[in-house]
């Protein structure tokens, strides 16, 4: 009789014990050898079965003019939906005739909010004095945790006997998530005990203040990991000639998706961000989750007097990193290291390749809408497998 719970543990012998209690539980024949690989998976996931393929395409080139990034990219994107990778690809060429995406990178903040718990109202004042009063010594102790991690600045909101501290992180070139949160909970730990003849507080570690895993407001307000913005000028013989669309054409769809994103209460302003964000994050290693924090992306467009067309997307919100994570498996390190994204400030150039990346495909996309029926066509030709007559989506 097997046991009610899988194996555990990182090893073969441990794998292939697994993959004979699936075998035993669900009267199927998974063979441990044809999915076992190398890779190191300890801090990755637990009671690792094996694999799910994920197809990558390469997309591009895009040119991108950064502060970190700069040159030519071909980037490595992973999708199950048809029209994608093309679809970027189409974007980069259109950013490239217009000389390539600009891209500014504008900082990094990781955030992790306790909530502490006063005894008392009158508390409050004396609690945020403290806090203030002793931020060097809160930043020596929560950074005593990490060697890259760099606490930035506490920023309260003190509600009622409830006491909100955002802690704002630097984390260099990891994601960041458990530094910050390990980093955290020391400092909680010390704040508890100094406190604890005078104002005697508890606390949890987290008050889901920081968006991790959220589409919200503070995101879109303060950020969370990195933020960067893009912008390219498409020039009028470009989008008449090349396009076959006017200016004009372009901001009155632009217009159409404000008013609909209005309507439907989307948070941020943009047509598929959260695409090219998966699917860069897929390919390399990052947590995917995360799109749900970052895919509130800001989307604008203007005509110039010239007959130029300038697209800008602005994230506020990138929670991504270039060590660490998933980022230590093989392929996915790879596909960093075609980016050239391995090093110090790796995580900033990604970054900036992530924005040029989700403004080219927002065009692309942008562009198939107001051109009558291409959106539809461009899913009709690469969304769908013929076979024979029939058609599977």
Avoid at 222 to 235: D, L
Avoid at 334 to 356: P, Q, S, T, Y
Wanted: proline residues 4%.
């Amino acid at each position: 009789m097997t046991s009610k719970r899988p194996p555990t543990g990182y090893d073969y012998p441990s794998f292939e014990k697994r993959i004979e209690w699936i075998n035993e539980k669900t009267g199927m024949s998974l063979n441990p050898k044809e999915r076992w690989m190398e890779d190191d998976l300890q801090g990755i996931i637990e009671n690792p079965i094996g694999y799910v393929k994920m197809p990558v395409a390469l997309c591009g080139p895009l040119l991108i003019d950064g502060e970190f990034a700069k040159g030519e990219f071909i980037i490595p994107f992973s999708t199950v939906e048809g029209t994608l990778s093309i679809s970027l690809s189409r974007g980069a060429y259109l950013c490239n005739l217009a000389g390539g995406v600009q891209v500014q990178y504008l900082k990094q903040e990781m955030p992790r909010t306790p909530v502490f718990f006063l005894p008392s109202l009158k508390d409050g004042k004396t609690f945020l004095h403290y806090i203030e009063q002793n931020f060097q010594k809160i930043k020596a102790v929560a950074e005593s945790t990490t060697r890259y991690g760099k606490l930035l600045r506490i920023d309260p909101q003190l509600m009622g006997r409830k006491v909100l501290l955002d802690f704002i992180f630097s984390t260099a070139d990891a994601a960041g998530q458990n530094m910050v949160t390990i980093a955290t909970q020391t400092a909680c730990e010390y704040i508890k005990e100094a406190l604890q003849e005078t104002i005697p507080v508890t606390f949890l570690i987290e008050s889901n203040f920081s968006g991790d895993k959220n589409g919200c407001h503070r995101n879109m307000i303060k950020g969370r990991g990195h933020s960067a913005t893009a912008t390219v000028r498409i020039p009028e013989k470009v989008v008449r000639k090349i396009l076959r669309v006017d200016p004009i054409t372009v901001l009155q769809g632009g217009e159409v998706a404000m008013l609909g994103s209005s309507m439907a209460g989307v948070l941020g302003h943009n047509l598929h961000a959260a695409n090219a964000l998966a699917g860069l994050y897929l390919a390399t290693g990052q947590d995917v989750a995360c799109v749900a924090e970052n895919a509130g992306a800001i989307f604008t467009g203007e005509a110039h007097q010239d007959g130029s067309y300038e697209a800008t997307i602005t994230l506020p919100s990138i929670t991504v990193g270039t060590v660490g994570g998933g980022t230590r498996l093989k392929d996915q390190n790879e596909n960093l290291r075609i980016l050239g994204c391995e090093g110090e400030n790796g995580a900033k150039k990604f970054v900036e390749i992530i924005a040029a990346s989700a403004l080219a495909l927002e065009i692309s996309l942008g562009l198939a809408i107001v051109k009558g029926d291409e959106f539809a066509d461009a899913h009709q030709k690469y969304g769908r497998k013929k076979v024979g007559e029939e058609e599977h989506e």
